[in-house]
């Protein structure tokens, strides 16, 4: 099994910035995909970022590209998702998760998503 912990949330303003961090623990070993998803109230789970932890290559989702970077630390067994000019509609939980039935090309479905964290809630006030 795999555990997943996320941290950073907060509450923020429109235009600032903040990182979220996910560390994984449990059975990380092997190639996988480690990806960020969000969830505001009322809505659907939907894809932010993704990354593969074999050759960092990533994904995003068009409504943050030029504003989210995810990164990895493979020492750590820890994911990033660097957070900038965020916005009222960034506001959700959002949730670590990991794939392990891809090694490249993250996947945006949360179904193809094995294991996940709790979520940490970030809030953009206007």
């Known amino acids: 099994q795999v555990r997943l912990v996320e941290s950073g949330g907060g509450l923020v303003q429109a235009g600032d910035s903040l990182t979220l961090s996910c560390v994984a623990s449990g059975r990380t070993f092997g190639r996988f995909v480690m990806g960020w998803f969000r969830q505001a109230p009322g809505k659907e789970r939907e894809f932010v970022a993704a990354i593969s932890w074999s050759d960092g290559s990533t994904r995003y989702a068009d409504s943050v590209k030029g504003r989210f970077t995810i990164s990895r630390d493979n020492a750590k067994n820890t994911v990033y998702l660097q957070m900038n000019s965020l916005k009222p509609e960034d506001t959700a939980v959002y949730f670590c998760?990991?794939?392990?039935?891809?090694?490249?090309?993250?996947?945006?479905?949360?179904?193809?998503?094995?294991?996940w964290g709790q979520g940490t809630q970030v809030t953009v006030s206007s």
């Open positions: 998760a990991l794939d392990r039935g891809r090694e490249i090309v993250p996947r945006v479905t949360a179904k193809d998503y094995d294991f």
